[in-house]
């Protein structure tokens, strides 16, 4: 019986946990079957199905694609992952759903293996939302609810301590630090939580955690056995974790401090250089609760996701191995019998199996391999086929947009470990690994908004809510066409207008304190008015922060209205989760706001899932820079005729801003 080589990746998202299986197919790099040398102008492989690789199926290809999903082999558990303003994770939840979806995608392989062909799984990997933070005692077991961290704070208390120390910072040195970490000031990021969990938490709670980890490498510390092994995090991970640690710095970071073998955080992770501070962790112990702990101690080690550390090349071993038969105290490891599939290799792994680059891939695919967690917003990006920024494609230059439960747009750009790229005030800046950082916006809400619009209007019949939707597309269709014909500001005349900061600011603004409002209602307002607003209100903000990107990129404003725009000024707006995949009236309203066509890639269904496959396949071996060629099975064109009406949307959205602004508190 032949045998396939599997990738498994898992996505835990803040409104799901997902794993999914994918076929790995190594390829020689200078075959012509490669995907970054397929014509992207030829769609003839393109599954319109939203499975597999666009290559599948072309006759021009001679070999496999490098990676290809299997349609029917994945699981998917939808739960509430993150408490809304605490941003506490149900991380026993998390975990518990975890297994389980490794456990029916392993049962659904075994059951392939017998009709077919034996399927051998050479490699794990992971996406989180980011951040996360989960204090664990000293056997690495989570400690409660209560000592977590994440992206969803917006705790009054958290909110207070940011304000607070923004008030001892001058703006000069705000903007100079905020361009050596990527990351403003604000109650999304782990620093201002640390103050408030051990100044405010119960000392006998405090006293427990004993090092500070995240939901992958809990995982990964479970399945190699668990006990007091020390296991490291990413740098995609870390990123949005310490990065606001430098704000406290005005020196920069000295050359001899970096992560080294054993468990240093030894302070802030500079974008960069990927090497942290002790400064900065000895201005975080200026706290006394803090300081009594020595928080360098409570912090993990810095890698690449792969195990590796950029600074200085070494590999994290147990990562290399696969799950053990045996834990570290001697006993039976219970994921050893559990899961044969992810079993690893037995003795020393030989430094010929630590280097990705040299190491022969047939015999690095003999046993399971285990990687840390990367962002999900780096894994979307890789899975939506916009991580070559600024290689050159057909199609133009791609930023990737996405809608869950939050919302985010955001472009990919190569950037080896000591050279540097300005960040845009408004946006975030962090590492995906060593070659490459993200850089773009996110909201809080996206889709949640909608979600709230739904419950607040009792739209909870999925009838009742598809004829609202409906209502508002006829309505926006209606009002394109008048608009077509007079294009005066009058339109916008008793419009509802929605800010929507549900959970506080992030991108563009940053305001923690920020809170949604509703202006413009009146007797006559309609259920399909509001929910076209909150529509509107989330589509001008993503809108915003792709026009900081646009500047990033260097591209000229200007609308797609003919076939005559350059290649080289061209953006393409690639969509993925379900908010988008699903709705075309949204998707059609934000190429109407931002003048850029949209476009849906067939092989990005579950594209976060996508991109973790793609970013462990490509480990493995070298591969070109270049962009892969899209599969596109829906797009949307902008229509310029309405163009006014979205400029006069978007004011009538800052004036709003302005006005209320001043009752945020900060």
Known sequence: MSSTSILLAIDAGSSSI????????????????????????????????????????????????????IDDIHHAVPMTCVLPNTGHIRIHAVLTAIDECIDNVLRLLRRSSLENTACR??????????MNLIGVDDMGEPVG?????????????????????????????LEELYQRTGAPLHSAYALPQLCAFYELEPESLCERVHRWQTISSICVHRWMGGGKIDMPISYSEARKIL????????????????????????????????????????????????????????????VDFDGTNAVNGDTTPLLCRGIPQYCCDG???????????????????????????????????????????????????LGSKCDSYPYSTDDGRRIAVTVGTSAAARVCIPLSIGETV??????????????????????????????????????????????????????????????????????RSGAVTVIPFLSGERSTGFRGSATACISGITRETTPSDILYACLEGVTIRLAAVIDLIRKVCGVQQHRETSGDNQLNTKMLLVVSGNALE???????????????????????????????????????QTYEQGGEPLCIVKESLPNAEIESRWSCAALDQENLINAVSNTWNG
């Not at 995907?35 to 199926?57: I, K």
Request: hydrophobic share 35%.
């Open 18 to 69: 997902r794993c999914k299986a994918y076929e790995f197919h190594p390829c020689p790099q200078n075959d012509e079957s490669h995907p970054s040398s397929a014509d992207p102008n030829d769609d003839v492989g393109c599954n319109r199905n939203g499975g597999g690789s666009s290559m599948e199926n072309n006759p021009k290809c001679k070999s496999m694609p490098l990676l290809q999903a």
């Open 121 to 130: 799984v050479v490699a794990v990997g992971f996406s989180t939302f980011v």
């Open 145 to 173: 609810e209560s000592a977590t961290l994440s992206y969803a704070c917006n705790r009054s208390d958290v909110v207070e301590q940011c304000l607070r120390w923004k008030e001892n910072l001058i703006s000069e040195t």
């Open 243 to 302: 990065c606001i640690l430098n704000l406290f710095l005005d020196v920069p970071a000295s050359p001899d401090v970096h992560a080294t073998k054993t468990p240093s955080w030894t302070g802030m992770l500079n974008f960069q250089t990927c090497s942290w501070d002790e400064t900065a962790i000895q201005l975080l112990e200026s706290c006394d609760k803090i300081r009594a702990r020595n928080i360098m101690n409570l912090l993990p080690e810095l």
């Open 331 to 381: 006993k039976r490891n219970p994921y050893w019998d559990r899961w044969p599939e992810l079993r690893g290799k037995d003795g020393d792994v030989n430094e010929e199996e630590k280097s990705n680059n040299t190491a022969n891939v047939n015999e690095v695919l003999q046993h399971c391999r285990l990687f840390l967690g990367i962002g999900d917003g780096a894994a979307a990006n």
């Open 422 to 491: 300005s960040v845009p005030r408004g946006l975030f800046c962090y590492r995906v690994d060593k070659n490459r950082v993200l850089i773009g916006g996110a909201l809080t809400d996206g889709g949640s908004v909608v979600e709230w619009a739904r419950t607040l209007l009792n739209l909870l019949s999925q009838e009742a809510f598809d004829s609202v939707l409906e209502q508002v597309s006829e309505h926006y269709a209606n009002n394109a066409k008048s608009l077509s014909i007079d294009s005066s500001p009058s339109h």
């Open 582 to 620: 699903r709705n075309s009236l949204w998707r059609q309203m934000i190429a109407d706001c931002t003048g850029w066509s949209v476009v849906v890639d067939g092989d990005s269904n579950e594209g976060t899932c996508r991109g973790v496959a793609m970013l462990i396949a490509r480990s493995f």
